[in-house]
């Protein structure tokens, strides 16, 4: 017993340092470009610089898109590492292997070791988990903290430990520090349903857990910073943070990103592949699984997440990778107890791959249309891994070698990811305007006129104030080697005198808008 637990014991802290070796793999290499990853690492920069941990700004004025949990985070990777792309995304990379250490040690205690090694194969394998591990977004902490908190719930009503239950609401808390009040609200629904759906809604369990007691440790932790925030910025934040980027967002389509309740799904399924193949028929096994409460827990946890994001009217892929490490849980399930129905349901999951096949060449005829990507199409011949080993997967299954075909799965994910985040990211990422041109902006005075790509700001380490329109010929005779930040748009709309120009262009990667310097001639 001594020698399993030691070796047990050993296998977590490899399954760790893997992860996070997996999650944290380039990105220094890799600049923080993506609009949210500049603002939110700008954002914990300038607390940093500023010393007001009750005020977050971008570009110096107030940010209220965002609680402040991974600001702190970034902070104080910023203070060993240095304000650098790999520091903004460190504490990312130790939160997904985090999640990944609780969802093996979860399953490994209410299920099974087999169980608890397929779930984190299958969730390793996913290149959009891998992806949200990478960037500088509050996601990875929200994640872990929700999955938490849905584990902690489990193991009360099984051992009926309080220690698990004050744990409960302090990882309900500290989600709620990472992303608001959705931190809450999901696992409450699941906590909910978990409890109808299994009989066990009744006063004594509602007495167990305590809700005031619960209301009591997250008000604890997490009130005293919004507290703060709301006096130190007399309501604005707190009006900005809870109507305009929650409930406005959830009741209404917020920067063009709406779409279909269907987006969801799709973004679902292209979010867990590779092992998606299997998501139609792993949620029906799940839904019918009656016997087992951890398998049960998991699929109610699923369509809670789903379904809760279907409704919303803004919809993001990363909304549902909440749902991620219990789609894995069900995957591995349906896996574990119907080794038979896998092979049987060979024909449904063919059609599946054939979807996933067609979808390359619309993707490669989509780049066409974006004058930066367009020169990038190639890259298109590096992701043939995905569809070649699922391809091969199916072989396999065909040939009713079920536990090769798995693997061979997994080990696609992984060299899939490997080649996103060491080949095809950093070479997008070159051609971004930011990383083109900061080399012009060194020692120069910088302002901007209308908007600006928010890497710039990050890049530059200082604030970019913004222009009136009519000051600009007084700008330059008072700085004349200074540089406008702008798009070719608002460029357009200013009768700029004929001494003026763009001494750069390039349009933004995955933005719509083209960056433009704008200067006298002479400074270009």
């Given at each position: 017993m001594?020698?399993?637990a030691?070796?047990?014991k050993?296998?977590?802290?490899?399954l760790?340092?893997f992860s996070f070796m997996?999650?944290a793999?380039?990105?220094?290499?890799?600049?923080?470009?993506?609009?949210?990853?500049?603002?939110n690492?700008?954002?914990?920069?300038?607390?940093?610089?500023t010393?007001?941990?009750d005020?977050?700004?971008?570009?110096?004025?107030l940010?209220s898109?965002?609680?402040?949990?991974?600001?702190?985070?970034m902070?104080?990777?910023?203070?060993?590492?240095?304000?650098n792309?790999?520091?903004?995304?460190?504490?990312?990379?130790?939160?997904?292997?985090?999640?990944?250490?609780?969802?093996?040690?979860?399953?490994?205690?209410?299920?099974?070791k087999?169980l608890a090694l397929?779930?984190?194969?299958?969730?390793?394998?996913?290149?959009?988990f891998?992806l949200?591990h990478h960037?500088a977004v509050?996601d990875p902490?929200?994640?872990?903290?929700?999955t938490c908190s849905i584990?902690l719930f489990?193991?009360?009503?099984?051992?009926n430990k309080?220690?698990?239950?004050?744990?409960?609401?302090?990882a309900?808390?500290?989600?709620?520090?990472?992303?608001?009040p959705v931190?809450?609200?999901?696992?409450?629904?699941?906590?909910?349903f978990f409890?109808?759906l299994?009989k066990?809604l009744?006063?004594?369990?509602?007495?167990?857990?305590?809700?005031?007691?619960g209301?009591?440790?997250?008000?604890?932790i997490?009130?005293?910073?919004?507290?703060a925030?709301?006096f130190s910025?007399?309501?604005?934040?707190?009006?900005?943070f809870?109507l305009?980027?929650?409930?406005?967002?959830?009741t209404?389509?917020?920067?063009?990103?709406?779409?279909t309740?269907?987006?969801?799904?799709?973004?679902?399924?292209?979010?867990?592949?590779?092992?998606s193949?299997?998501?139609?028929?792993?949620?029906?096994f799940s839904?019918?699984?009656?016997?087992?409460?951890?398998?049960?827990?998991?699929?109610?946890?699923v369509?809670?997440v789903?379904i809760?994001?279907?409704f919303s009217?803004t919809?993001l892929p990363n909304?549902?990778?909440?749902?991620?490490?219990?789609?894995?849980l069900i995957?591995?399930?349906?896996?574990?107890?119907?080794k038979?129905?896998?092979?049987?349901d060979?024909?449904?999951?063919f059609?599946?791959?054939?979807?996933i096949?067609l979808?390359?060449?619309?993707a490669?005829?989509?780049?066409?249309?974006?004058?930066?990507l367009?020169q990038?199409r190639y890259?298109?011949?590096?992701?043939?891994v995905?569809?070649?080993g699922i391809?091969?997967?199916?072989f396999l299954?065909?040939k009713?070698?079920?536990?090769?075909?798995?693997?061979?799965?997994?080990?696609?994910?992984l060299?899939?990811?490997?080649?996103?985040?060491y080949?095809i990211?950093?070479?997008?990422?070159?051609?971004?305007?930011?990383a083109?041109?900061k080399?012009?902006?060194?020692?120069?005075?910088?302002?901007?006129?209308n908007?600006f790509?928010p890497?710039?700001?990050?890049e530059?380490?200082k604030?970019?104030p913004?222009?009136?329109?009519?000051?600009i010929?007084?700008?330059?005779?008072?700085?004349p080697?200074?540089?406008?930040?702008?798009?070719k748009?608002?460029?357009?709309e200013?009768d700029f005198p004929?001494w003026?120009?763009?001494?750069f262009e390039?349009?933004?990667?995955?933005?719509i808008?083209?960056t433009?310097?704008i200067?006298?001639?002479?400074n270009?």
């Amino acid at each position: 017993m001594i020698e399993k637990a030691v070796n047990i014991k050993f296998f977590r802290v490899l399954l760790f340092i893997f992860s996070f070796m997996l999650f944290a793999g380039n990105n220094q290499n890799v600049s923080i470009y993506i609009l949210d990853e500049a603002k939110n690492a700008s954002c914990a920069r300038e607390m940093m610089e500023t010393g007001k941990w009750d005020y977050p700004t971008f570009n110096y004025e107030l940010r209220s898109d965002k609680p402040p949990l991974h600001y702190f985070f970034m902070i104080a990777s910023y203070k060993v590492f240095g304000v650098n792309a790999w520091a903004a995304r460190f504490f990312s990379a130790v939160f997904g292997a985090l999640t990944i250490l609780i969802v093996f040690h979860f399953t490994c205690r209410f299920s099974n070791k087999i169980l608890a090694l397929w779930s984190v194969i299958i969730l390793l394998a996913s290149v959009h988990f891998q992806l949200q591990h990478h960037l500088a977004v509050p996601d990875p902490y929200l994640l872990f903290f929700v999955t938490c908190s849905i584990f902690l719930f489990y193991s009360f009503i099984n051992t009926n430990k309080p220690v698990q239950k004050y744990l409960m609401y302090s990882a309900l808390a500290l989600g709620f520090l990472s992303k608001g009040p959705v931190a809450v609200a999901i696992p409450v629904l699941i906590f909910t349903f978990f409890l109808i759906l299994t009989k066990r809604l009744n006063f004594s369990i509602i007495k167990a857990l305590n809700p005031l007691a619960g209301i009591t440790i997250i008000m604890l932790i997490a009130a005293p910073w919004f507290i703060a925030v709301h006096f130190s910025t007399d309501g604005e934040w707190t009006r900005n943070f809870f109507l305009e980027h929650n409930l406005n967002r959830y009741t209404s389509e917020f920067e063009g990103h709406g779409g279909t309740f269907l987006l969801t799904l799709v973004y679902v399924f292209i979010g867990m592949l590779p092992f998606s193949i299997y998501l139609y028929h792993a949620v029906r096994f799940s839904l019918n699984e009656k016997k087992d409460d951890w398998v049960l827990l998991s699929a109610i946890s699923v369509m809670v997440v789903v379904i809760f994001f279907c409704f919303s009217q803004t919809r993001l892929p990363n909304y549902t990778v909440l749902a991620y490490p219990f789609i894995s849980l069900i995957i591995a399930s349906y896996f574990s107890y119907s080794k038979e129905n896998e092979k049987s349901d060979f024909i449904s999951v063919f059609v599946f791959f054939i979807i996933i096949l067609l979808s390359f060449p619309a993707a490669y005829i989509a780049m066409g249309y974006d004058p930066v990507l367009k020169q990038l199409r190639y890259i298109m011949l590096w992701t043939i891994v995905l569809p070649a080993g699922i391809m091969i997967s199916l072989f396999l299954i065909k040939k009713g070698l079920l536990k090769y075909a798995r693997l061979n799965l997994a080990l696609t994910g992984l060299v899939t990811g490997l080649i996103f985040f060491y080949a095809i990211y950093p070479a997008i990422d070159r051609r971004n305007p930011v990383a083109l041109s900061k080399h012009k902006l060194v020692g120069k005075e910088v302002v901007f006129l209308n908007r600006f790509n928010p890497a710039f700001a990050f890049e530059l380490k200082k604030p970019i104030p913004e222009i009136n329109r009519n000051k600009i010929k007084e700008y330059f005779k008072h700085n004349p080697n200074g540089i406008i930040i702008s798009d070719k748009k608002s460029f357009q709309e200013y009768d700029f005198p004929e001494w003026f120009g763009i001494v750069f262009e390039q349009k933004d990667v995955f933005e719509i808008p083209t960056t433009v310097l704008i200067a006298p001639f002479e400074n270009k």
